[in-house]
């Protein structure tokens, strides 16, 4: 338990990583973890407050409910989100009260985010979206519309199309437009085919940049791994989601060394959830100790 803990606090490993021990700890049944995500809101570190967030939110944390509300003011938007979903998932009174309060007078963003979560509440958060689509304020009614977009249901898309036809304010009606959009749009985790390494439109920009051709075969694969090492931090990334999918045991070192190293971003979780993913293929992981690598790093 204290080691699961510590991973959670540990700021330079992977959020993907400290989200799993977080569900460990929320789901051992000891009465110390709700204390411990309690402390947590009040961390400096806003991954830390958003980890503690959905802690107290999966643990249903009723004592955690004026924490959360004071996470609705937090500097982070994804603190926030955080906030509001955990406050729905306790779901009583104080919590949904709160989120309803977010929904009439919280900035624009918070407003979207408590809409959001109230989609995953039927018995109280449905009837509020059904209401809050018809209130005079023209934010709510904008926000509104996503939560409705979460919802898929017959009834929600009917009240976005009746937004988007009859609203007299122009962002409620693009707003409902662009969810109608979306809504008629394939669900985007939908897996599909990746297209060959040589045809990949960022890789083809990056080798514009470097003021090469891409050929296939084993050109294209050698432009792929340059691309890893000196790309921009966009292109490294693509590189790295696409090495999990179709790397091999040779690309497990790059990505150890970027998982274990001092920086802290979109990278480490980009390698993170390749290694998963090529584990998941059936790549033995060698222990990181044996590159000299591990959670002392």
Known sequence: MRLLANVLQEESLPLALRTRALAALAVSGSPGVSVLFRQLTKSDQHAQRQIAALGLGYTRDSKGVDDLQELLSDASLNVRRAACLALVAIGNKPALECVADALISGDDDLRRSAAEALANHPEEGYPTLKEGAF?????????????????????????????????????????????????????????????????????????????????????????????????????????????????????????????YSAEIGELKEAAFDALWQLAAAGIELPPPAQFGLGLSN
Do not use: M
């Open 135 to 259: 209130l005079d304020d023209v934010l709510v009614r904008k926000a509104v519309v996503s939560g409705l977009q979460r919802v898929r249901q017959s009834w929600a898309t009917q009240i976005i199309e009746k937004l988007h036809l009859e609203d007299e304010q122009w962002v409620v009606k693009d707003a409902a437009a662009q969810a109608l959009k979306e809504l008629a749009q394939p669900k985007p985790f939908i897996p599909r085919p990746f297209p060959p390494v040589y045809n990949l439109p960022w890789l083809i920009a990056f080798a514009g940049e470097q003021g090469i051709g891409v050929s296939p075969g084993k050109a294209a694969q050698d432009l792929l791994k340059l691309a890893f090492k000196e790309g921009n931090e966009e292109q490294r990334i693509a590189a790295i989601s696409y090495l999990g999918i179709f790397g091999d045991s040779s690309d497990i070192l790059p990505l150890y060394q970027i998982l």
